[in-house]
């Protein structure tokens, strides 16, 4: 599925629309299902070990129409990719739960994609994740400056506290200098569109839940969930800061009262009202 393909886009909004009534969490069964996919270490790894098996065959009708999970891989300072958390297990886990939730064409296979690339257009929702330490090149800022006016949509997950805000917001001022990142009313759509959330999430790592704390930071006590908007009002970027939803993908397998209390309760419906927003405005 492309920016410029707007008959897959409106097609995608009716039969998801349609399906709405009949979405509920009781298919996880807290997680077995997909358990026995499981297993194996953690880590960046080329061949995950452990997450979905993603072994679907599209609708040939839908082959270039399909949504495709796509990640970004962007510059930051120190040695670690921190674009890379929770890969590859989130990335394959949501598109798993979207298409066995919604009635979404769904790509069994998600992409690592770079700001400079030429056929950005072609993933008309892009997952940016820990931009603590973000540090984007003249290119990757005039990249994704681009793609964002030209329709494209961008979630940012998982980045705490105020460093690392402040970094963040340094970076994205670049990419929209006449642009403020706005905070988004709990009476907002995106909480609301398919799944209707009561509150806010906080999502910590399942490290962080195991060890009995309920935030990842002392200055890190609220969770904000901020859009930026074009010139015509349509949402561009949602950025999801102290909280991970990220991890709620990734963990869902691990334990199945952190599956219980954040995978199934926040972070696959508020993630699939994302993405059901990002498609459909």
């Known amino acids: 599925m492309t920016l410029k393909s707007i008959p897959a886009r409106l097609l995608l909004l009716l039969v998801c629309l349609s399906l709405v009534t009949g979405i509920v969490f009781a298919q996880f069964g807290e ?12 880590g960046y790894r080329s061949s995950p070990e452990r997450g979905a ?3 679907w065959e599209i609708d040939e009708r839908f082959q270039h129409d399909a949504f495709r999970f796509a990640r970004v891989k962007y510059t930051s300072y120190g040695w670690r990719d921190k674009w890379a958390v929770d890969f590859p297990e989130s990335d394959l886990n949501l598109p798993h739960r979207l298409r066995e939730l919604t009635s979404m064409e769904v790509h069994p296979e ?3 994609v770079e700001l400079t690339d030429d056929n950005l257009s072609d993933y008309p929702f892009l997952y940016l994740v820990e931009p603590g330490n973000m540090n984007l090149s ?25 460093e690392e805000w402040f970094t963040f917001y340094q970076n994205i ?3 929209f200098p006449d642009r403020e990142p706005q905070e988004l009313p709990l009476e907002h759509d995106i909480f ?3 799944y209707d959330l009561p509150e806010k999430p906080m999502i910590v790592s399942i490290g962080t839940w195991m ?3 309920t935030t990842e930071r002392f200055d890190a006590q609220e969770p904000h969930y901020k859009g930026i908007f074009d010139d015509k009002g349509r949402m561009m970027v949602v950025i999801c800061h102290n909280t ?21 309760r926040f972070a696959y419906p508020l993630g699939i009202n994302i993405i059901t927003y990002a498609m459909t405005h």
């Open 31 to 42: 997680g077995r299902r997909m358990r026995d996919n499981f297993g194996g270490g953690r």
């Open 53 to 55: 098996r993603n072994d």
């Open 110 to 112: 998600s992409v690592i």
């Open 138 to 162: 003249e290119g990757e800022v005039q990249g994704l400056r681009r793609y964002l006016l030209n329709g494209g949509f961008l979630m940012v997950d998982d980045f705490w506290g105020e």
């Open 173 to 175: 001022k670049r990419v």
């Open 192 to 194: 609301h569109l398919v």
């Open 211 to 213: 060890r009995g704390n």
């Open 244 to 264: 991970d939803l990220g991890d709620g993908w990734e963990e869902e397998g691990v334990d199945p009262a952190y599956f219980k209390q954040y995978s199934e």
